[in-house]
């Protein structure tokens, strides 16, 4: 079976250049900008949803006691902050199959 390749930054900029009739330098520009913008609102508010496809969240995790995998011995694990990926329903309905 063959293996699944995925597009890379330079083929996604390509795409809307040449769909949106612009330069890639311009595509390049418009995700350097979403990039910058999901940044500064995960950083004021904690969120930030790019509507029917993703809603990015940051998160705090609590400190919390794991296994080294390899040996079972119990490990501490700190509290840490983490952004989170919330796929929206639309775009998961248009991707699984439904059970």
Excluded at 28 to 53: C, N, Y
């Amino acid at each position: 079976m063959a293996e699944a390749r995925r597009m890379g930054k330079s083929e996604l900029f390509s795409h809307f250049a040449e769909r949106f009739e612009m330069k890639r330098t311009q595509a390049r520009e418009f995700f350097d900008e979403l990039l910058a913008l999901s940044e500064k609102e995960l950083k004021r508010s904690g969120e930030f949803v790019l509507p029917g496809m993703v809603k990015l969240v940051v998160q705090k995790r609590k400190a919390r006691t794991g296994r080294n995998p390899a040996t079972g011995e119990p490990i501490k694990i700190p509290a840490k902050t983490v952004v989170k990926a919330r796929i929206a329903k639309q775009l998961k309905d248009a991707v699984l199959p439904r059970k």
